[in-house]
């Protein structure tokens, strides 16, 4: 996933807003691109931005790397209010409705056979990039290793997120399985010299998801601004979903998920 994705919450957070608030304070990862950065060239801060307009508030950015606790720590002790990025149902906030929903993407080079399943047989013959996520390695590496396909695996370390996709153009790996955003964003620096192919089946049985709908999380002692950072979701639905595209983020339909948020 994401590098905060990829740790399960490492995108940008929208912080701090009181109830007739003038200012929308973001928690942000200052180097986390396509996310978010120091220079606000990140969709998420993008987006930060869009909220605060149509909450008629200020915003400005607090810069901090997302790691192990932040809910705990930063997030629910009010440090921040609001985080953008997350899982829709994700535990320990209450979550908005998902406003985009991505999918994990094979990357291949443009004139490479098209692989869309994790079951396709030509894996067993290629070598596939895989990303790290600390001690561990992203979900697509345990259903290769269900599939018997651990020696075919390629880790990636995420402080260079785009060194894996930079690796298929070079041919340092025949395919790679990224999160959408990421590969979206790095791919298209390569114009058409790769292909993005969504990864299949959408869950891998018993319970491995590939795809994962996406809503922002408030501050569980936050309940008014819950509902308005919601709403304004609700409002800005078409311009987030532009600045995605422009950003080559892979989007799928949000049908059936328009409604996962949990407000409790």
């Known amino acids: 996933m994401c590098s905060r994705f990829l740790r399960i919450t490492g995108f940008a957070v929208l ?19 396509p996310f978010s950065n120091r ?22 950015f607090e810069w901090q790397r997302m790691g192990r606790g932040f809910l705990r720590n930063v997030l629910n002790k009010g440090e921040c209010d609001v985080l953008l990025g997350v899982p829709a149902g994700m535990r320990g906030l209450l979550v908005t409705r998902p406003y985009y929903r ?7 080079p443009a004139d490479a056979k098209q692989i869309t399943s994790l079951d396709d047989a030509s894996l067993r013959s290629k070598s596939i990039g895989v990303q790290i996520l600390e ?3 992203a979900p697509p590496a345990q259903a290769l290793g269900r599939r018997g396909l651990s020696s ?17 153009a070079q041919h340092k790996v025949d395919v790679a399985i990224v999160w959408g955003p990421l590969a979206g964003y790095y791919a298209a620096k390569y ?9 299949e089946p959408e869950l891998d049985p018993p319970q ?9 999380g408030v501050r569980k002692s936050a309940p008014e601004l819950y509902q308005r950072v919601n709403a304004a979701l609700e409002r800005e639905h078409e311009p987030i979903q532009q600045i995605l595209r422009a950003y080559h983020v892979p989007l799928l339909p949000l049908a059936g998920h328009e409604r996962l948020g949990l407000g409790e």
Do not use: W
């Open 135 to 137: 001690e561990d390695y």
């Open 191 to 199: 114009g058409n010299r790769l292909r993005l192919h969504p990864v």
């Open 208 to 216: 491995l998801p590939f795809t994962y709908p996406i809503a922002a």
């Open 39 to 60: 220079q606000q060239q990140g969709f998420e801060n993008k987006i930060a931005k869009l909220l605060a307009r149509d909450l008629n508030a200020d915003v400005t």
């Open 152 to 168: 075919n695996v390629r880790g990636f370390e995420m402080d260079d997120p785009g060194a894996i996709v930079a690796a298929v």
């Open 102 to 108: 991505s999918t994990y993407v094979f990357v291949v």
């Open 15 to 33: 912080a701090a807003l009181s109830a007739p608030a003038a200012t929308l304070k973001i928690c942000a990862d200052p180097q986390n691109l």
